[in-house]
């Protein structure tokens, strides 16, 4: 197996990359990791710190694509971290996977212009895992990559979105649910009306709409919506939670009395925030492309990187991208609506 790592993007690169990739390198006896970045940088944290260089390659990309910058121009820039990664998993045959923390925006667009979709796919989505208050997990696709959608889009989201959760977590027929403002059928907007009768007609447990404060309900597996309302959902979750430990924390320290208490609360405590923390989950992977493609968080540290390699390597492992071929190359879906 073999994956190339942009070195540069992120908070905390290279150094938590390259630790990270280190690690992986250990647990993985036949994994080779390439990375992509200032090779200068990257060759003196290693001798400084004294790091097996086994299976890990260099190679010079000293060139960062920032925020600021409209991705489809930036991707094409020579010499970026990013850029360079994602040439090298286009040519390289034997490398299997891309992992980036950098621009969200120039990794979907290194996805589309430098990968490409797989055929039958309308868009490829991303996917990241969610916890529930029932301890299991939640697909939310798509979170991000694709703001205007049609009916079919959906429906080739819920197709990618079930089998992707039936392989990686072991469930024969995932319980899928369409996003919306109501449980009704007759709720929603034109997209989410239409798709829903799309969705009725496909190969999958669809259970029919959900709304937003059920998707961590742990009563459905894959929730399928366009990615400006799944990226709004998402977030909103995030802020939700951490605004919920941001008061927990504040109302313990507010009296000796809330403190004492908490002393007997630590366990607790500590199995909430390991449960709530969403770096443990690698990130999210853009499901659809040719190539398997991890978008890891912008705070990535050495443990989220390894949680990303982890991720990749169980889709590798199931054979995920030659399983959507196969899917696709059979599907009819009609696109009337």
Known sequence: MKIVIDAFGGDFSPDEIIEGAVLSIKKYPDLNI??????????????????????????????????????????????????????????DDKVDALISCGNTGAILAGGFLKIGRIKGISRPALAPFLPTKKGTNVLLIDCGANADCKPINLAHFAIMGSLYFSEIKGLEKPRVGLLS????????????KNS????????????GNIEARDIVSGDVDVVVTDGFTGNVALKSIEGAVKLALNELKTAIKSSPVSMFGALF????????????????YGGSPFLGTKKLIIKSHGDTKRETLCYAVDLAIDCMKHNINKKFEEVFSTLTISEET
């Open 181 to 192: 403002n109501g449980i009704e059928e007759h709720k929603g907007n034109e997209l989410t």
């Open 196 to 207: 829903y009768e799309l969705l009725k007609t496909l190969p999958i447990n669809f259970i």
């Open 34 to 91: 390439i990375l992509t970045g200032d090779f200068k940088k990257i060759d003196d944290y290693l001798n400084k710190h004294n790091l097996n260089r086994e299976r890990i390659e260099v190679i010079d990309a000293p060139n960062i694509i920032n925020s600021e910058e409209a991705p489809t121009i930036a991707i094409k820039r020579e010499g970026t971290s990013l850029g360079e990664a994602f040439n090298i998993l286009r040519k």
């Open 265 to 280: 609360l630590k366990g607790a405590f500590k199995k909430i925030k390991k449960t709530m923390d969403y770096k443990k």
